[in-house]
């Protein structure tokens, strides 16, 4: 049997998503809304809401961010959708600019 190993995250990523699960609490609160009444709109558990709650990581990031859209936590500094669209609009025109695929040489320069 192949050992199976736990994935490991730096602690700026575990720190971020603690943050995002505390903004999410804290929505959640200031909206007098139950844990219940949350994850129902959400369409997920009340377990799953509480791992999110608490920055676990093993959950997926999309139902962080359908949670937080749905306490009102502002996502990437935007508070509405079309700053978001505006924002992507621009990350892909940039992303246009650039190469499909990046290529290393193969050859390493290590003459200093």
Do not use: W
Not at 4 to 21: H, N, S
Not at 77 to 94: C, E, V
Request: proline share 2%.
């Amino acid at each position: 049997m192949i050992p199976v190993r736990k994935r490991t995250y730096c602690r700026a990523t575990r720190e971020a998503t603690e943050l995002l699960g505390k903004l999410i609490r804290l929505g959640r609160k200031e909206r007098r809304m139950t844990a219940h009444e949350l994850a129902g709109r959400a369409g997920i558990s009340r377990a799953t809401l509480q791992k999110i709650e608490n920055g676990d990581l093993r959950c997926e990031i999309g139902l962080f961010f359908e949670v937080a859209t749905l306490v009102g936590v502002q996502l990437f500094g935007a508070d509405d959708a079309a700053t978001i669209q505006m924002q992507s609009a621009r990350i892909q025109d940039k992303l246009a600019l650039l190469p499909h695929s990046i290529r290393t040489s193969g050859k390493v320069d290590d003459d200093f």
